[in-house]
């Protein structure tokens, strides 16, 4: 009897460690990227935005979050576009991803960017908030284009130059799977 209790048990505790809801990212999701030039500043849109989420009620678990680059677009034209994918390396690597490590005070997301390639440990903060609906997280991350290996595009023969830095903004939308 005490054999067929502890099973019972140890059955219990493995389904209570594993409750956790699924979520996939809602195409009312919007991500873009902001930077500066030598003539004007700029803002591109990712158009082709996936991913999942586990949440355990009070913070997420796991993100795993992806970002199509050929999908990435300015509204200054195919020549602007061009030279961001080149920037980007589309053809090598032809998307942009996140896996989220750890969540600290549930509010700074600590995970893996993976740019151009390159992978870097970043610390992204956020605002969460849960509804009927699902989950929405919102936030910026500036990144410097040099720690992803990136050089800076340049047009007009080098006479305009993108800067160094730009600003991902996000407005992510998880809804429950």
Same mark, same amino acid.
């Given at each position: 009897?005490?054999?067929?209790?502890?099973?019972?048990?140890?059955?219990?505790?493995?389904?209570?460690?594993?409750?956790?809801?699924?979520?996939?990212? #809602?195409?009312?999701?919007? =991500?873009? $990227?902001?930077?500066?030039?030598? @003539?004007?500043?700029?803002?591109?849109?990712?158009?082709?935005?996936? &991913?999942?989420?586990?949440?355990? &009620?009070?913070?997420?678990? +796991?993100?795993?979050?992806?970002?199509? *680059?050929?999908?990435?677009? #300015?509204?200054?034209?195919?020549?602007?576009?061009?030279?961001?994918?080149?920037?980007?390396?589309?053809?090598?690597?032809?998307?942009?991803?996140?896996?989220?490590?750890?969540?600290?005070?549930?509010?700074?997301? /600590?995970? @893996? =960017?993976? $740019?151009?390639?390159? +992978?870097? #440990?970043?610390? $992204?903060? *956020?605002?969460? +908030? #849960?509804?009927?609906? &699902? =989950?929405?997280?919102?936030?910026?991350?500036?990144?410097?284009?040099?720690?992803?290996?990136? +050089?800076?595009?340049?047009?007009?023969?080098?006479?305009? $130059?993108?800067?160094?830095?730009?600003? /991902?903004?996000?407005?992510?939308?998880?809804?429950?799977?």
């Amino acid at each position: 009897m005490k054999n067929i209790c502890l099973v019972w048990l140890l059955v219990a505790f493995t389904f209570v460690g594993r409750a956790q809801d699924e979520y996939v990212l #809602s195409d009312q999701s919007k =991500l873009t $990227i902001s930077g500066t030039s030598t @003539v004007h500043d700029w803002t591109v849109a990712a158009n082709a935005l996936s &991913g999942r989420l586990g949440y355990d &009620g009070t913070a997420p678990t +796991e993100i795993d979050f992806e970002v199509a *680059v050929e999908n990435i677009q #300015s509204e200054r034209g195919a020549a602007m576009d061009k030279k961001m994918h080149a920037a980007l390396k589309k053809e090598e690597h032809p998307t942009i991803t996140f896996k989220l490590k750890e969540v600290k005070d549930k509010s700074i997301f /600590v995970g @893996v =960017l993976n $740019i151009a390639g390159v +992978e870097n #440990s970043v610390e $992204i903060p *956020v605002d969460m +908030e #849960s509804d009927s609906e &699902g =989950l929405k997280i919102t936030g910026k991350k500036q990144l410097t284009l040099q720690d992803y290996g990136m +050089e800076s595009p340049t047009a007009m023969f080098g006479q305009i $130059i993108v800067g160094d830095e730009v600003t /991902v903004n996000f407005d992510l939308r998880f809804s429950k799977n």
